[in-house]
């Protein structure tokens, strides 16, 4: 027993910690910038405000986390977000692929606790921080829960707060609200009847109960439910981020008046949930019942602090190249009306790009401050371009960005603009890549320093068998093939078939820029006539000026059928002109104004288990797979495959690079398929499968006649190997023991 007289007075205890960095905020961005900053060596401490890991993706929000691939509703192939990004989704994938948001902060947290080098400081608020000058030195925070202050120095920081804790102590600039569209000439620029910010929102669950449930509202919550204009699109099986639209506060202090936007906004959701419940309107509604309610908004806009270049909506529109690119997005520019759910507009604006857009490293430093690092949703960005990259897979990215340049800027010595130069960013791009982080239309100088690389055999696109299934061209479908620089594509054959005499046109079309998967131009048509059932020859009078991928694109016609596969390949895929209600309205972009967007057709692959591909015979063999593919440095099907394939019937695939003269190892990261283009959406929203059927499950890395790794189940696009000590070795090889069920692919296995 311990017995404490009394005293004049008490003071809580504190501990002083020391750091290679600290990063503030612990979303999907602060994680990621942490564990980087951690596995390139910094020691780092992650202070985080809430008792969970995740942000707005955790189970205290919980809204999905997406990012580039944007619900597989926009023409970006193949563009899911890569490194600790990817890893976190694919990981998630493996362990819940149910979407349990419990089971994610599970993930999150499981990472940060096993990470060597990593301090994580939960339910720990950052209050205070001291400067030199225009350094930060260090801060000041105190957690409520163990009644504790917490000093912590260090020589990098890192805001990923969401609400820029650090920026705004520091006195960094920043804005909040919109440009007025003269500043930037972005034409998406809000005018006062739309508002100038995105509100909170927050989420509920309900579930089916086995008998009736009374429902006796609060005294706060929304009497009249006609004061929201959209209310008729409520039903008692929306649930979760179906409302995401159940937004509001971008009228106010989204920081400062957080919690009277809080107070209304469970006003909405009770006066919501009593309507559906209390009308009358929704009888199936009397066995159900609210089983979770969010405590905490999920908050989108506050403050946007400056660095040394503002993204605007010309960078994502355009698709402007940065010579800093470090990471890129592509969700669609996306603005809500500030009065939310008591707007009279739609509950969002949404155009997109024709492809992905690049990001520079210019916007993810404070100008203001020589070593403050900015990600996630406080990156340089007008409030138009924020209304793109908010979202939380790029956010994650971009956290990874901040936390390798850290590393870097300690080891070469650098401040943040000094890393961004040209004559040294080259070194933070490399790095990324190497670590398996894609950024679009670049790629990894030398991966395997030199090696040249042999395979067991190759895959050779010739022809896919008839599995007996048709498909009714009932929408426009295409077929995505890669095109070498000269090349024509051979003649093709494909089995269709039609009740009655047909007229079926079928046309090659092509993207202006390569790279992307937008088509903008009709190279040539064929015109078939189609009738009983037979194989009918495509023939196309065109020669590529370049390396890119082509639509095999079919008209519409329902009353033609064609024959389908059960074959799978990476890098090819089927498409169709149709419409993903989350991201769009029509199945074509169309521009109600002058916003200065593009207008374009939506090219959208179907989701497990609803892919197809056509059987189709190739007169002479694509060969696409090729084994040197895997020393070009491209770590995604862009302009090409960029992958190795074995051959269907090679039993054991393997590859072996080798150098003439010994070659000092260190490490090995295998960059290999993970469907790349399917969209990991971390909660709510379920998957089929725990792992995509092109991944490598197990397989066995050689240096010279040792072995340095067996692995069994994996589940990830990016393993790194790291060798005990460096070794002299004049050979690697990569022997694949099985894979989750389809045909295996390689990017590069970067040697270092």
Not at 32 to 58: K, W
Not at 383 to 412: D, K, N, Q
Not at 490 to 498: D, G, H, M, T
Request: charged share 20%; glycine share 8%; with cysteine.
């Amino acid at each position: 027993m311990n017995i404490y007289p009394q005293t004049e007075s008490r003071t809580f205890p504190r501990q002083t910690l020391h750091a290679d960095l600290v990063v503030a905020g612990g979303g999907l961005a602060g994680l990621c910038a942490a564990l980087a900053a951690a596995r390139d060596g910094l020691q780092v401490v992650l202070i985080q405000d809430r008792p969970v890991l995740g942000g707005n993706a955790s189970s205290e929000v919980r809204l999905w986390a997406n990012g580039a691939t944007s619900h597989m509703g926009n023409n970006n192939r193949w563009a899911r977000e890569g490194g600790i990004m990817g890893e976190i989704l694919e990981e998630n994938l493996w362990r819940n692929k149910e979407g349990n948001p419990v089971m994610f902060d599970l993930v999150l947290l499981d990472m940060a606790k096993s990470q060597p080098g990593l301090t994580l400081l939960l339910n720990t608020t950052v209050y205070d921080l001291q400067k030199e000058g225009q350094r930060i030195t260090g801060v000041s925070a105190f957690n409520a829960i163990n009644e504790t202050f917490y000093s912590v120095t260090a020589d990098q920081f890192c805001d990923a707060t969401g609400d820029g804790v650090l920026g705004f102590l520091a006195g960094a600039e920043y804005r909040e609200g919109a440009e007025e569209v003269e500043e930037l000439g972005e034409k998406m620029a809000p005018g006062d009847n739309f508002g100038h910010k995105l509100g909170h929102s927050i989420y509920f669950y309900t579930k089916q109960t086995a008998g009736p449930v009374n429902f006796v509202p609060p005294s706060f919550a929304l009497k009249d439910i006609t004061a929201i204009p959209r209310y008729k699109r409520l039903t008692s099986t929306l649930n979760g981020c179906d409302l995401w639209w159940l937004e509001w506060g971008g009228r106010l202090d989204t920081v400062h008046q957080s919690e009277e936007i809080k107070w209304e906004l469970w006003k909405i959701v009770w006066g919501v949930w009593d309507h559906i419940k209390n009308s009358g309107a929704f009888p199936e509604a009397a066995n159900m019942t609210i089983e979770w309610v969010g405590v905490i908004p999920g908050k989108r806009e506050s403050r946007r602090f400056m660095g040394e270049y503002i993204l605007c909506q010309h960078d994502i529109i355009k698709q402007h190249d940065h010579y800093d690119a470090v990471g890129y997005g592509g969700w669609s520019i996306d603005l809500h009306p500030a009065d939310g759910v008591y707007s009279t507009h739609d509950g969002c604006r949404q155009f997109h790009s024709k492809g992905t857009y690049t990001i520079p490293l210019r916007t993810l430093y404070s100008r203001s401050l020589d070593n403050l690092f900015l990600t996630g949703r406080l990156i340089s960005a007008s409030h138009v371009a924020f209304g793109s990259a908010r979202v939380m897979c790029t956010c994650g990215l971009l956290g990874e960005v901040v936390g390798r340049a850290a590393a870097l800027c300690r080891t070469e010595k650098l401040l943040p603009r000094e890393l961004a130069q040209r004559e040294h960013v080259g070194l933070l791009q490399q790095r990324l890549q190497q670590r398996g982080c894609y950024i679009p239309r670049q790629w990894l100088q030398d991966p395997a320093q030199g090696a040249t690389v042999t395979a067991s055999s190759e895959y050779a696109l010739h022809a896919l068998a008839h599995n007996g299934q048709w498909h009714s061209l009932g929408e426009r479908m295409a077929l995505l093939l890669p095109v070498k620089t000269g090349e024509k594509l051979p003649e093709i054959s494909v089995r269709l078939r039609a009740s009655a005499p047909r007229s079926l046109t079928v046309s090659l079309l092509g993207s202006a820029r390569s790279g992307n998967f937008t088509p903008d131009y009709q190279y040539d048509a064929c015109t078939l006539q189609v009738a009983s059932e037979e194989e009918y020859s495509l023939r196309f009078a065109w020669q590529s000026d370049r390396e890119q991928y082509v639509f095999l694109a079919f008209d519409a016609d329902a009353e033609i059928e064609i024959a389908l596969t059960d074959a799978a390949l990476p890098g090819i895929m089927t498409v169709f002109n149709s419409l993903n209600a989350r991201v769009a309205k029509h199945t074509r972009q169309v521009a109600d104004g002058d916003y200065g967007v593009d207008e374009f057709d939506f090219w959208l692959p179907r989701r497990r288990p609803h892919q197809v591909l056509p059987a189709l015979r190739f007169s002479q063999p694509l060969a696409c797979y090729q084994a040197g593919n895997v020393l070009n440095g491209r770590l995604r099907p862009e302009q090409q495959t960029n992958a190795w394939v074995p051959a269907a019937d090679d039993r054991a695939p393997e590859l072996r690079w080798q150098w003439d003269k010994a070659k000092t190892i260190a490490s090995l990261t295998l960059v290999q398929d993970n469907d790349f283009d399917n969209a990991m959406e971390t909660v709510q929203m379920g998957h089929v499968l725990s792992v995509s059927p092109h991944c490598i499950t197990h397989y066995r890395l050689w240096v010279d006649d040792s072995l340095i790794a067996e692995v069994h189940n994996n589940h990830h696009s990016v393993c790194e190997h790291r060798l005990p000590a460096p070794a002299e070795a004049r050979s690697v090889r990569l022997e694949i023991v099985a894979t989750a069920g389809a045909l295996p692919a390689v990017y590069s296995l970067n040697v270092g």
